[in-house]
């Protein structure tokens, strides 16, 4: 089977490199050439786990290709997806459409007949059968067929949350793209993975009711932190407590400086647009917005409470960047909020993130410092912030951490560490919810 991938970014690479894994022939194409042209020299864009690995063995195996050049590639595929970016549109919060349409506009004449165009990116309901509009309009005698796959992979987990998915969706039209998308899935299949197939419109909105509800949980237990402050309950043992009803589940409970990513922020915006262009309600989700908006002013509040009197050339050391661990992409991340109202105040920054540096670089203001290393960041500090949940800094010498810093005021976002202990080892330690 013959597939081209249109997009070479988290998901659309990471779906590339797990297809040609399945077996399929797949070409990954991206209209950025300085990203195709690292690929190419067997070069990440983009930090994700295993995933350089996985891309050099699949090349390696003749499985795999990139290019920029679109004509070429698709003219042989049996399926084409769309996995562009679906960024918030500026102004308004809807989901931009320009880059699939753009896509669609693209392919129209190069298509084979009876070719399966499948979208991958997270779209409004309705993109599917414009997609299908466009193409019919500039080639209205090609036989071919639209269905919507949406993505449910995580940054960070990417690889194994692809080869091992809870469930597939598959929005379709016809029995011929359920033929070939069931031909392409067979080895998730074979793994007893559940496959949904729906319509066009279930499948497009199935993927920003999952996002909702993942962050409505995150929003739901970050203000649930705030009652424990108020109340003396620890909220780790409320989330825990809830968790163990089945009905409710363990996973999406931890508490945080507010969800942020390529992808809660924007879905949720564009779910409520999308309501509120269909005349319906979703009361829920401007909650779950408006809730992790004040988590983040919360979190702002909580670091001055604790740096108490001017932070003004204090030295603040900050641990992590990206708006989780294990990836790079610090789209939407809490630190592009909470750090910037502290630089405001005059606070000295310096920070530090395993991988997310140079996107950081691009998005926060220049008065920032960046350190090399924990040591860099954490020496002579008067305070120390941990916002990201690196694997690194779990696993930091607190006691040596403790020697070298100036002052004693840890803030940890992410609570990771155990209070009792970290006030053993002397810090003045300010957590969430605790
Ligand atoms: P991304 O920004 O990492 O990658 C998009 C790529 O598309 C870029 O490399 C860009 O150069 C390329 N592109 C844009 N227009 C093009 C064109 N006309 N021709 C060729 N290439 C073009 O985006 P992403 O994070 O991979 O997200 C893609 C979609 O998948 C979005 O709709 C997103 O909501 C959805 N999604 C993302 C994730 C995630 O974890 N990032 C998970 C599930 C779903
Ligand atoms: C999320 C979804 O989990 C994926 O299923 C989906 O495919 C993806 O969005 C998408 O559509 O792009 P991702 O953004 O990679 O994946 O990361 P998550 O692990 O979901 O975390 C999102 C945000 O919520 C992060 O800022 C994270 O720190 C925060 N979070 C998550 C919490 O604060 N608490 C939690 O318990 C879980």
Redesign the pocket.
């Known amino acids: 089977m013959n597939i081209s991938i249109i997009g070479a970014g988290y998901v659309g690479l990471v779906s590339g490199a797990c297809f040609a894994e399945f077996g399929a022939s797949v070409t990954c194409i991206d209209n950025n050439k300085g990203r195709i042209e690292k690929l190419n020299n067997g070069i990440m864009p983009i930090y994700e786990p295993g995933l350089s690995d996985l891309v050099a063995s699949n090349v390696d195996s003749e499985k795999l290709f990139f290019t920029s050049n679109l004509s070429n590639s698709i003219k042989d595929s049996d399926l084409v997806f769309i996995a562009v970016g679906t960024p918030a549109r500026r102004g308004d919060g809807h989901a931009d459409l320009k880059y699939v349409y753009a896509v669609a506009e693209e392919i129209a004449n190069n298509l084979k007949e009876d070719a399966v165009i499948v979208n991958k990116s ?1 779209v409004p309901v309705g993109t599917a059968r414009e997609v299908k509009r466009v193409i019919k309009k500039a080639n209205p005698k090609l036989n071919f067929h639209v269905a919507s796959n949406p ?6 987990s990417a690889i194994n949350d692809f080869m091992k998915p809870d469930r597939v969706i598959l929005g379709l039209e016809s029995e011929h793209s359920k033929n070939v998308l069931s031909d392409l899935y067979k080895p998730l299949i074979d793994i007893k993975t559940p496959i949904l197939s729906t319509d066009l419109e279930s499948a497009e909105l199935i993927k920003y009711a999952s ?1 909702a509800f ?1 962050a409505t949980k ?1 929003s739901f237990i970050n203000e649930i932190s705030l009652l424990c402050e108020k109340t003396g309950a620890d909220v780790h043992k409320v989330a825990e407590g809830m968790g163990l009803d089945s009905r409710i589940g363990s996973k ?3 508490v ?1 400086p507010g ?6 922020p924007k ?1 949720t915006q564009a779910l409520v647009r999308m309501a509120q262009e269909n005349e319906a309600s979703t009361r829920i989700v401007e909650a779950v917005i408006e809730v992790n908006a004040s988590q983040k002013a919360r979190m702002i509040s909580k670091i001055r409470g604790a740096i108490d009197g001017s932070i003004l050339d204090k030295k603040i050391g900050v641990l992590g960047l990206t ?2 661990a294990e990836t790079d992409d610090m789209r939407d991340a809490p630190s592009l909020s909470i750090l910037p109202a502290l630089l405001d105040k005059g606070a000295n920054i310096i920070a530090h993130d395993p991988e997310g540096i140079e996107e950081a670089k691009k998005l926060l203001p220049n008065s920032l410092q960046y350190g090399e290393s924990i040591e860099e960041v954490v020496k002579d500090a008067d305070a120390i912030i941990l916002m990201t949940e690196w694997i690194d800094y779990r696993e930091m010498d607190l006691e040596l951490i403790k020697k070298m810093m100036k002052g004693d005021i840890f803030i940890d976002l992410r609570n990771i560490f155990n209070k009792k202990e970290m006030k053993s080892l002397g810090y003045k330690y300010y957590c969430i919810g605790r």
């Not at 969800?259 to 809660?264: A, E, L, N, R, T």
């Open positions: 997270t993505e449910f992979l995580r940054e960070g996002n993942l995150v999406f409970l931890q945080g969800y942020g990513g390529s992808c809660f879905d708006f989780k």
